[in-house]
């Protein structure tokens, strides 16, 4: 686990900005964990991660009116592990403010370990049982639900191409997946659009080629991917090499971003949709906020997450001050039914699942040579803030 107080943001080194000395005299630093794959087969979003963080904590400045004692939990992209650590983290430490969790079934593990320990836990995971199901009033979830995602990607694909008879599916055989491809056949039955056929994978995946063949011999129209990150990477390159844009349309539901684009190259994205939690040059002043102080620290666009990690941060430290403690319970109030600036415009936390409610965008990537700059991969063609309702939730919180 490592340590920082109060992160200078010149590099990836520990360093610390000191805060008026009244303020800091007047209360100790507010402890603050990061739950994320620092190291192991996940470490890339580790990596941006924690500069998300640290970005929050520089642009929150003296807000707090004391320091932030910044704590890394390296899940290792295990939830065995995970839930160690954020054990340990709360016997030894009293640790009871997190954030984090890239993989669902870490996220999963941990929120239950930190609702018996009294906190507050802020995620952006896949897995709509963390704000259904298995719900609990510690943990509050920013990325929009599988539903809202799918309904905003395909439902308008499907009203505006009235060409697409038929579709074929290549799901991640994990939560996640089956929840896409749960709700995508809802979207495609409501369409009148036939589901041709469906290849699950495993996480671990990497040999798409199969997959690709059935999808081709299909007769399918579109071919909608409901999988993530490295995943989707690998597919997508292998599709490239089988010239399937040239058969059918391709819609990837759930896509991480600027670093992955970047990994594939405009020839590859060009003309396939995607669905976003977030984009860079997205025009909202909770945005550009954001943008200001990252890129002035780390000389670069931000990707996924580093801007979920900034937001959950942020919303930590707004309930905080809103809340006028540091106590999980006051947090947690805060938290209930609060509307912000967010990064993807206005955003709200839900009261009854802790769901937040904001943007998720369709985009279309660019053309090469349609591109403003080297990170210009995509047109955004709309938004929506789409929820299933409170009748329908599975969230039972006590």
Not at 13 to 42: E, H
Not at 157 to 171: D, E, G, R, S, V
Not at 192 to 219: D, I, P, Q, R, W
Request: aromatic share 12%; hydrophobic share 40%; glycine share 10%.
């Amino acid at each position: 686990m490592d340590r920082r107080t109060f992160l200078s943001l010149a590099g990836a080194t520990t360093g610390s900005i000191a805060l008026p000395r009244l303020a800091i005299a007047q209360q100790k630093p507010l402890g603050y964990y990061s739950v994320n794959a620092f190291s192991g087969n996940f470490a890339a979003s580790g990596k941006y991660s924690d500069l998300g963080v640290r970005a929050a904590i520089t642009g929150y400045g003296n807000r707090l009116g004391r320091s932030i004692d910044y704590k890394r939990i390296d899940t290792e992209g295990n939830p065995a592990i995970a839930v160690r650590k954020v054990q340990q983290a709360i016997s030894q430490d009293g640790a009871r403010h997190f954030g984090g969790a890239a993989l669902s079934s870490e996220a999963l593990a941990v929120m239950k370990e930190v609702s018996k320990a009294n906190g507050v836990y802020i995620t952006y995971v896949g897995a709509d049982e963390v704000t259904g199901k298995d719900c609990n009033r510690a943990t509050f979830r920013w990325s929009t639900p599988t539903f809202g995602a799918v309904n905003t990607v395909l439902r308008p694909l499907f009203q505006q191409n009235p060409k697409w008879k038929k579709a074929y599916t290549i799901t991640g055989q994990y939560v996640f997946g089956e929840a896409l491809l749960r709700n995508s056949k809802t979207v495609m039955q409501d369409a009148k659009v036939e589901l041709v056929g469906n290849s699950y994978h495993s996480l671990t995946e990497k040999e798409f080629s199969g997959y690709l063949g059935n999808a081709m011999g299909s007769g399918a129209d579109v071919l909608v991917i409901l999988n993530f990150g490295a995943n989707t990477l690998d597919l997508l390159r292998q599709a490239a090499s089988f010239g399937i844009k040239k058969r059918m349309a391709v819609a990837v539901v759930w896509f991480s971003g600027l670093d992955t684009f970047q990994a594939l190259g405009a020839d590859v994205t060009e003309d396939i949709y995607f669905g976003l939690q977030y984009w860079h040059g997205l025009d909202t002043p909770g945005n550009k906020t954001f943008l200001d102080v990252y890129r002035r620290e780390f000389k670069e666009n931000p990707r996924f997450y580093s801007a979920a990690d900034y937001q959950i941060a942020t919303l930590m430290f707004d309930a905080i001050r809103k809340g006028g403690s540091e106590d999980p319970a006051a947090i947690i109030k805060a938290l209930e039914g609060y509307t912000y600036s967010g990064l993807t415009g206005e955003e709200q936390v839900r009261p009854f699942d802790h769901q937040v409610i904001k943007n998720y965008f369709l985009a279309r990537g660019k053309k090469r040579a349609a591109m403003k700059d080297g990170d210009d991969f995509v047109d955004i063609l709309s938004s929506s803030k789409t929820a299933s309702p409170k009748s329908e939730s599975d969230c039972k919180m006590a």
